[in-house]
């Protein structure tokens, strides 16, 4: 069964940093794009960034300046960088494994989420 883990989260101020780590267990997805995705208390799920099997990066605009994703296919881990963090940036973040190299915006595999809280 394909494991998707998030780690990383955490409570910080505003204009801190941290980097959100995905791994997967039981398969390998070098071949399938990977997201991160959030959702706020009492809010929709809001698509954050993703990256293609070839390295194109893909970012919502509340983030695009501040985001950087990344992933390396030898450790079956994406990260996401996040800078310049935001109150608003508060939000469970999870990894999900789309079901095609490109991005889609389909999703396969999820994982069980993060806590970031930022505050003012």
């Known amino acids: 069964q394909v494991q998707l883990v998030e780690s990383g989260g955490g409570l910080v101020q505003a204009g801190d940093s941290l980097r959100l780590s995905c791994t997967a267990s039981?398969?390998?997805?070098?071949?399938?794009?990977m997201h991160w995705l959030r959702q706020a208390p009492g809010k929709e799920r809001e698509f954050v960034s993703a990256?293609?099997?070839?390295?194109?990066?893909y970012y919502g605009n509340s983030v695009k300046g501040r985001f950087t994703i990344s992933r390396d296919n030898a450790k079956n881990t994406v990260y996401l960088q996040m800078n310049s963090l935001k109150p608003e940036d508060t939000a469970v973040y999870y990894c999900?494994?789309?079901?095609?190299?490109?991005?889609?915006?389909?999703?396969?595999?999820w994982g069980q989420g993060t806590q970031v809280t930022v505050s003012s």
């Open positions: 039981g398969r390998t997805f070098s071949s399938h794009a």
């Open positions: 990256i293609n099997w070839s390295g194109d990066r």
């Open positions: 999900a494994a789309d079901r095609a190299g490109w991005v889609s915006y389909e999703y396969d595999y």
